[in-house]
Nanobody
């Protein structure tokens, strides 16, 4: 079993920044594509960004130019740097390991003045 533990969520004003972290409990991390997804009440979970084991990234159009996904294979950790946050970015953000289909418990991000 792989555990993914997210951290870094919180309340931020529009235009502000947050950095999410996701630590994996096992070394499948180094061979797995990792991703961040988000979900708001009544809506399906949607892709935010993914990063392959080789570092290739992919972003949802809504976050391109504002969010950056990165990973540190020595720490089994993936990050999501979120800049220029908007109220519509408010959601629960989930970390995913594509290898095995593991999910974290989610971390709330609220963008509000």
């Amino acid at each position: 079993q792989v555990q993914l533990v997210e951290s870094g969520g919180g309340l931020v004003q529009p235009g502000g920044s947050l950095r999410l972290s996701c630590a994996a409990s096992r070394s499948i991390f180094s061979i797995s594509t990792m991703g961040w997804y988000r979900q708001t009440p009544g809506k399906q979970r949607e892709l935010v960004a993914t990063i392959t084991s080789g570092g290739k990234t992919n972003y949802a159009d809504s976050v391109k130019g504002r969010f950056t996904i990165s990973r540190d294979n020595t720490k089994n950790t993936v990050y999501l740097q979120m800049n220029s946050l908007k109220p519509e970015d408010t959601a629960v953000y989930y970390c995913n390991a594509a290898f095995g289909g593991f999910w974290g418990q989610g971390t709330q991000v609220t963008v509000s003045s």
